[in-house]
């Protein structure tokens, strides 16, 4: 079951991948941001009823909404129809329909921060063999999450992924 703040993290996703091939910069800490924003929602569907992960969605949803202006704004660029097709998008994930769907994770752990975890994220820039991350997450006891080949997420006790990321700062070394 999809929820309309997941569709519409979709729909904006889709939307700066869009804007990238037409060439367009997206600001500084978007892309971090709705990393954040993914992990909240994932986090709250695990438990809906739990006091923090209802404020971090709603949370999340504020940040969204603001996302999706400043994107918007530089879809104008491309026009009205290539604004409206967006927007008719983005009402669509707001009424509950399934405008896009999350891509197959290749890992075989959950996209969620349990609560109490710490979560880190690697963006590389070449891709990394999967084996030799998840030997170093595993012997640490973190939960991996490869979201592409060269984006990493880590949750885990904040000590342990300290740990863990340092061991993994000679990956960057070789590069």
């Given at each position: 079951m999809s929820l309309p703040s997941e569709q519409n993290w979709l729909v904006l996703n889709n939307l700066i991948?869009?804007?990238i091939q037409k060439g367009y910069?997206?600001?500084?800490?978007i892309n971090s941001e709705?990393?954040?924003?993914?992990?909240?929602?994932s986090s709250?569907?695990?438990d809906p009823s739990h006091p923090e992960l209802i404020n971090s969605l709603a949370k999340a949803e504020?940040?969204?909404?603001?996302?999706?202006g400043t994107l918007l704004t530089i879809a104008e660029q491309e026009g009205e129809d290539y604004v409206n097709h967006w927007l008719d998008l983005l009402k669509q994930a707001m009424q509950g329909k399934?405008?896009?769907?999350?891509?197959?994770?290749?890992?075989?752990f959950l996209v969620n921060t349990p609560p109490g975890l710490t979560t880190g994220r690697i963006n590389l820039k070449v891709p990394l063999a999967e084996e030799r991350v998840q030997e170093i997450a595993e012997w640490n006891g973190l939960i991996i999450e490869f979201e592409d080949d060269v984006t990493v997420e880590l949750h885990g006790d904040k000590k342990d992924l300290q740990f863990g990321l340092k061991e993994m700062g000679s990956f960057f070394l070789e590069q």
């Open positions: 991948k869009d804007l910069t997206i600001p500084k800490g709705m990393g954040i924003i993914r992990s909240s929602i709250y569907k695990k504020m940040s969204l909404n603001k996302i999706q399934e405008v896009f769907q999350f891509p197959d994770s290749r890992s075989k």
